[in-house]
């Protein structure tokens, strides 16, 4: 989304849907009602009402306008109303010269598609010629924010509502389906006493018997960590498992492979490699001990039983990069972060001659197999490629493909929540099973028969199908309240690494990082902030 001066969701930290796919839905001219309006938010009287779309529209412009962020989700579709809680969106003082922007607004139009969801688009900056579309979704008679977009042309802005609007009704029946929640818990839990095993011996299990596991990871969580590190501990790992594939870029592959071969550790190796992730390092702890206990595991194994570590993702090579220019060519050239994956385990597994089979940790996003694109995957420009989970399970067969959802709450990769799974009703069936770590197939079960609400850029979508559609296990670590926040790598940031970020930052036109202006960054603030806010429970599931 490109930056302007204000708009809903750089105010309230959410935009969701953004990156989903909006093609393939067929369009009739005669479902569209479209109606000008040519007026400035200030010509409308102040008002909070949801009765069409441009009350709501108005009502969203002057919530933003007057700071009265906690209005924010008695406004806002079923589809997204849990990530305004009241501790994301407080009331904020607005600064006189921002509501006046606001309020100069201008709404060029309005458009109905089917009497089930609108588009508004309003001129923010007729310099520059900006235009905002918040969308609405019409849920038991009131028109409800459900989303938004941004766009420089008016007609561009038209083009892109017309498309997306179909996309948008589509997710109305299916959420209704996820307002359902069904009343009969025995079944649940009598599965998970039956059926239940302990999560390092089901992952075992599992790496026994399938060509590929992939354990789907939620970024940073400390239990699961521990919990991989559990399973390579165990003899029957290295008797089983012959590669661990990782979602780190690729290029580093040469660099890792040194660290893994250096007679003595260097965790400098290391600290670089993390330090190249993403434009500001990538600060899994737990993730980088990971490593290093496997580095250490590999040292005791002979020479037949090594275990082989390929690093399959595409992420920027920042060493490599050294001007805007060069950045904009490399993210144009850059593959589908999926796809990618995807065709360096299908290479690597197809080319081995290790009889031993595979295991692929990676963000759970990357891990289902329903035939819905992945989202923040993909380069601007190309089309979303499927999931690098639903792609090998078609170039291998999908016995092959074992993937595994960690229990957690419905997320999206923004860092928004929406509410516990299937509205609570799993969290209490682990609670009546006392809340132990427990790990069980979806296939044939309760749970796998549930409609998929684990992460909030695609449970919406009618092709999201069942749990059992997108992955073939399930692992259920502690209650979500009771899980800590894990401790941040906060020895990455040195003197060194930090001006290396700033230069980053200066070459895609970065002005601000870790709250304040980037020029201003040095690695005690960097590191005081990581405490500030890695600290805690990791889940709030406050109204």
């Not at 596991?213 to 960590?225: D, F, N, P, Q, T």
Request: hydrophobic share 35%; glycine share 6%; proline share 4%.
């Amino acid at each position: 989304m490109k930056k302007v001066n204000i708009t809903i969701s750089s105010l309230c930290l959410f935009l969701v849907f953004s990156c989903i796919s909006i093609t393939g839905i067929a369009q009739n001219k005669n479902d569209f009602k479209t109606t000008t309006i040519n007026k400035r938010i200030k010509d409308f009287p102040e008002q909070y009402s949801k009765a069409t779309p441009i009350d709501a529209f108005i009502s969203l412009s002057n919530i933003t306008a007057n700071g009265k962020m906690s209005m924010m989700r008695e406004y806002s579709s079923y589809s997204i109303y849990q990530s305004f809680s009241k501790k994301r969106t407080p009331d904020r003082e607005v600064p006189e010269e921002e509501k006046n922007n606001i309020l100069n607004w201008k709404i060029r139009e309005y458009i109905i598609y089917r009497d089930s969801v609108a588009a508004v688009i309003c001129t923010i900056n007729e310099t520059n010629s900006s235009h905002l579309i918040l969308y609405f979704s019409k849920e038991n008679g009131e028109w409800l924010f459900a989303n938004e977009n941004e766009e420089g042309e008016f007609v561009d802005a038209q083009n892109k509502a017309t498309n997306y609007l179909p996309t948008l009704a589509s997710y109305i029946p299916r959420m209704e389906v996820l307002k359902q929640t069904p009343k009969d818990t025995v079944n649940f839990t009598k599965y998970i006493k039956t059926h239940g095993k302990q999560p390092k011996n089901y992952v075992l299990e599992k790496l026994a018997k399938h060509k590929l596991v992939i354990y789907g990871e939620m970024h940073k969580r400390a239990a699961s960590w521990d919990l991989l590190r559990q399973i390579i501990a165990d003899p029957k790992f290295a008797e089983t498992t012959g590669t661990v594939f990782m979602e780190f870029g690729s290029y580093n592959q040469e660099e890792f492979d040194r660290f893994y071969e250096q007679k003595e550790l260097d965790k400098s190796i290391l600290l670089n490699i993390f330090g190249r992730q993403q434009l500001a390092g990538w600060t899994d702890k737990g993730q980088f001990d990971f490593m290093i206990a496997l580095r250490e595991l590999n040292k005791k194994l002979s020479n037949n039983k090594k275990i082989k570590v390929v690093f399959a993702d595409n992420q920027i090579p920042w060493p490599s990069i050294k001007t805007a220019e060069e950045f904009q060519s490399q993210l144009k050239k850059s593959k589908d972060r999926n796809t990618q994956m995807a065709d360096i385990i299908q290479q690597t597994i197809q080319s081995s001659k290790d009889s031993r089979n595979s295991l692929f940790i990676v963000g759970f996003g990357h891990g289902y197999k329903s035939h819905i694109p992945g989202t923040y995957s993909t380069p601007l420009g190309q089309i979303p490629a499927l999931s690098a989970g639903a792609q090998l399970a078609e170039r291998f067969t999908d016995n092959d493909i074992f993937s595994i959802f960690p229990h957690c709450a419905s997320i999206g990769n923004n860092g928004e929540m929406g509410g516990k799974l299937r509205n609570g009703l799993y969290d209490y069936a682990f609670e009546m099973n006392g809340n132990i770590p427990i790990a069980f197939d979806l296939k044939n079960s309760p749970f796998g028969k549930e409609p998929f609400d684990g992460m909030i850029p695609m449970k919406f979508d009618p092709k999201a199908g069942s749990y059992s559609n997108n992955y073939d296990g399930y692992i259920f670590f502690e209650k979500l309240e009771d899980e800590e926040k894990s401790t941040p790598l906060l020895e990455l940031f040195t003197d060194d690494f930090v001006n290396e970020i700033k230069r980053r930052a200066a070459i895609i036109g970065m002005m601000n990082l870790y709250d304040i202006p980037t020029k201003d960054l040095n690695k005690e603030h960097i590191i005081n902030t990581l405490k500030r806010y890695d600290t805690g429970k990791v889940w709030n599931f406050d109204e």
